[in-house]
């Protein structure tokens, strides 16, 4: 039997002491013990980008990542960056392109696309797609979360969409 | 799946690494990044009793260029080297091969020493190891050795580390002015592993290749040389009759096997695309 350990680390700028087990991924750390349902499990094994979080800044992979090793990280889910009106912007270009259906990947991919817009405020409709192919829809269909993202860029260009 | 039981320590010292693993000994595993490790814990293809967290040692960090050598620590992540100006310019074939291994987010974990300790046939980074001819510096206790990359692969995620050792550091000859290189790859989609890549490496004398490496991910059980093709090209002006040669001579170089994501016969096919687009690519870029 091997013990349970405990982990201290900050989600959605709220710090947290649990006790975990060493084997606990962080996505399920998130969901399981803080009911942070937002990022999703799929594949766990890193192929369908569905738990995608952001740790000390950068995404990662909620599967691929033990909860034990974010002691002393600094994590956003979906439900922080939603709170916080980081991705309003993308949201409501989700929303007015229909680029969700059942929504399982959505959140995932938002922070994809938030970090996309970070680092590139202006991408091509090829770039698109490249920076989300870590992430799988299989209901909607790629061609309107991809007008979505362009939209989204637009509007925090200033532009008119 | 879930993994099974596994305990955890992470040392804050190369020492204290070495303890536990001569404590453990093969029931322990080293985590990097983990993007290689996890999913073979979560699928239950390896269920170690202990995961010893390398990612506290400082020691195995950063990127250096001094006395013609590029050296990047063991721990560094796809997402540092793709950002780094030093790797840029002094191994510019890292840097793009960097954009083929999976995506952002497992790039922002993934390490090079990860890689090349898992020694994953498809993978990118040994390949380009193989054809920068780098050399690979090993850690244990008490002791340090340096290895040349084609002595470092030894089969299908089998590499020359011994239990006890560890990969400290990854030692890249700065390209010289008169070098260039390419990488390139196939695969299924975006992201996923190589059904065949090149990372090609060779001097150009105006239009003469000499000193000509490429190196293949994919088509064997671990990144191999291709030896037939490279005397082909070398010391000859570049052009499609040599190229024809050269395509034709990866007959003789590789012999990959069948699997899910290809036949043996479409992989040698895509080989020979590649060494025609990378080597051509390299011809056309003016002396970077």
Known sequence: MIADREVTLTVNSERVTQRIEPRQNLVDFLREKLGLTGSHVGCEHGICGACTIRLNGMLVRGCLTLAIQAEGAEIQTIEGISDSGEIAVLQAAFLKYNALQCGFCTPAMLLTAAELLEENPSPSREEIRQYLSGNYCRCTGYQSIVDAVEDAARTMAGGSS | ?288
């Open chain 2, 1 to 288: 799946m879930k993994p099974a039981p596994f305990d955890y320590a992470k040392p804050n010292s190369v020492e204290g690494v070495f303890d536990l693993l001569d404590r453990y000994r093969d029931e322990a595993r080293l985590l990097a990044g983990g993007q290689s490790l996890i999913p073979s814990l979560n699928m239950r293809l390896s269920a170690p009793a202990i995961l010893i967290d390398i990612t506290g040692l400082d020691a195995l960090r950063g990127i250096v260029v001094g006395d013609g050598v590029l050296r990047i620590g063991a721990l560094t992540t796809y997402s540092q080297l793709k950002a780094s100006a030093e790797v840029a310019r002094a191994a510019p074939m890292l840097s793009q091969a960097i954009s083929w291994i999976a995506h952002p987010a497992i790039r922002n974990r993934g390490t090079i020493g990860g890689s090349l300790a898992h020694a994953d046939p498809a993978a990118e980074m040994p390949a380009c190891m193989l054809a920068l001819d780098a050399r690979l510096e090993i850690a244990a206790k008490g002791s340090r050795r340096r290895i040349a990359a084609a002595d470092f692969f030894r089969g299908l995620f089998e590499t020359d580390l011994k239990p006890g050792e560890i990969l400290t550091a990854i030692e890249v000859p700065v390209i010289r002015a008169d070098y260039r290189s390419g990488f390139s790859e196939f695969a299924r989609r975006s992201g996923d592993f190589a059904m065949s890549g090149l990372a090609a490496h060779a001097r150009f004398d105006g239009e003469v290749l000499s000193d000509v490496r490429l190196a293949y991910c994919g088509v064997d059980t671990r990144p191999v040389r291709a030896r037939v093709a490279e005397r082909a090209l070398e010391g000859r002006p570049f052009g499609n009759a040599v190229l024809a040669e050269a395509k034709a001579a990866l007959a003789r170089d590789l012999d990959p096997p069948d699997d899910l994501q290809a036949s043996g016969q479409m992989k040698l096919h895509l080989s020979q695309v590649l060494v025609g687009r990378v080597l051509t690519a390299m011809a056309k870029a003016d002396g970077a």
